[in-house]
């Protein structure tokens, strides 16, 4: 289980940026022929190819963050969330690697107005990446929901007060101490002055 919080967020944060970024560059690559040209060459981002797990990239983003300002309860909800969002993740990314041509023949109709492909669809490594980053976030998600119970709690009104120290000197009824108990009497050294004392030997 992972124990503290701020190790959780960290790896969330990591994974969500990597399933973000994994999921820019091309998955998808074939070719098409169109009336005016023989070959045409198709691309297809994980963005397009895989819509949801961008989307679920972002959302893993967000319940990282949620998880450094919520309370108990919600935090484990932004824990589950981002499990969740991993599980997508790694849905989508199976979807495309079991069928890429649904997706290079919608990216094809769009780019050149026809549907059929000239040649196989070429995978690149992208969508293995996503499917590992996605399944790291559910791991990562689900020992940080073990090791919740045990993160220390947020705000000031955890905070320990120090306990006010003992008080010098006499202290009244009103559990004050006493002013001027250590002070001097003016009109006492007054007197033992009239009496030719030294007031200070009594000090």
Known sequence: MIRTRSRAVVLLLALGGATFGVSAPVWLRTTVATALEPEVAVEVAGTSAAPVVS????VTLACALATTL???V???LALVVAGLAGLAVVAGTVAVLRDPAGPA???AADAAGVTELTAPVDLTPWPWLALVTGAAIVVVAVLATLGAGRWSATGGRHERVPAAGPVDGPVDGSGQAAAGADEADPQADWDALS????PSSDR
């Open 55 to 58: 989307a679920a990239a972002f």
């Open 70 to 72: 919520a309370g108990r």
């Open 74 to 76: 919600a935090r484990r």
């Open 105 to 107: 023949v919608a990216a």
């Open 195 to 198: 009496r030719g004392t030294d």
